[in-house]
């Protein structure tokens, strides 16, 4: 391939190839907001009220799977994070290290998703930077995302603030970013399988008007479901039952957990949000959640107990077995 097809060293040098690549690449996608001029720091507009930030990195791979890539996904990620913790997204940074030999056109189809998640989102990328690695020191491609997002008023988060009897809800089918990116890892399937690599601030939006009802949001990335559920009664007076004929899982991704012997409540998903309100709010959530396209299977699939510091699950033929936090990594580089 011609070498001007491809990431040089010297695009990471500081140099007049650097110049182009931020140039042609970069600012051509980002550069009409505070990203103009190239600023050491972006200076940004005052918020009135609270701040919530978050900063995640990505080394997906492979960096391009069914449903997305590792562009699209790092918007989602840093977007989704925010949103979850009661906040408004409004600001991301954005730092590439990119392997020698990389490419140009696969950087250029992994910014062009960031731009276009980013326009999903309503944020702005308004900050970043770009270092390129001698070939065998990257896999292709590694994102940092920041970002910066208003706290919404009314929402008083946390697992504190569980109750017993509130009501463990999720916006849609669980562990499908992970088998996804499973599949296309080992080449299994035929792509059918998609990620849900989405954000879920619009969902987070919806629940604003029952606030004072929602006690804990959170995206079940990396350990899943059950690594959040865990999270939340760790050392608490509470514990939480779930159903397992109520769990939402695609046909596609439990055919394949199935055949690979995963349990999907230990599978990352990366669209999709859970969150634990009263019994009381339970009805109005799933509604207004399936009023809006990316929560159209919202639905409930537990509750919260007096079994203390313990997630169980109902088993379909009336059993019931513990459901523990993932030992190690269960699928490595899923995000």
Avoid at 40 to 47: E, F, V
């Amino acid at each position: 391939m011609d070498e001007k097809k491809r990431i040089l060293l010297g695009h990471g040098g500081g140099g007049l190839l650097t110049r182009n690549l931020i140039d042609e690449e970069i600012l051509k996608r980002f550069g009409d907001g505070p990203l103009r001029g190239l600023p050491d720091g972006a200076l940004l507009p005052s918020i009135d009220g609270d701040i919530v930030f978050s900063t995640d990195s990505f080394v997906v791979s492979p960096g391009f799977f069914p449903g997305g890539n590792i562009g699209d996904l790092a918007v989602h990620g840093t977007v989704n994070d925010i949103a979850v913790s009661g906040a408004t997204p409004l600001w991301l940074s954005l730092a590439l290290i990119i392997e020698e030999g990389l490419p140009l056109a696969s950087l250029q189809t992994v910014l062009d998703s960031v731009r276009t998640a980013a326009d999903n989102c309503g944020v702005q990328v308004v900050t970043g930077d770009t270092k390129v690695v001698r070939k065998g020191q990257c896999d292709g491609l590694y994102v940092n995302t920041a970002g910066i997002g208003k706290k919404i008023a009314g929402f008083n988060l946390g697992s504190s603030q569980v109750q017993t009897g509130d009501r463990v809800l999720v916006s849609g089918n669980l562990g499908d970013h992970g088998m996804a990116v499973m599949a296309a890892r080992e080449g299994l399937g035929n792509g059918a399988l998609k990620s849900d690599s989405a954000p879920v601030h619009r969902l987070v939006h919806a629940l604003s008007p029952f606030a004072a009802d929602v006690r804990f949001m959170r995206d079940p990335t990396r350990g899943g479901m059950a690594a959040t559920l865990n999270e939340i009664v760790d050392g608490a007076d509470v514990g939480i039952l779930l159903r397992e004929d109520s769990l939402p899982f695609s046909a596609g991704a439990k055919g394949l957990a199935e055949m690979l012997g995963f349990d999907l409540l230990h599978v990352a998903s990366e669209g999709r949000m859970m969150c634990i309100c009263s019994a009381e709010a339970a009805e109005q959530v799933i509604e207004k959640w399936r009023s809006l396209p990316e929560g159209t299977d919202a639905c409930e699939i537990g509750r919260i107990t007096e079994d203390s510091g313990r997630v169980i699950l109902e088993t379909g033929i009336g059993g019931k077995r513990i459901v523990d936090v993932p030992q190690g990594e269960l699928l490595p580089r899923i995000c």
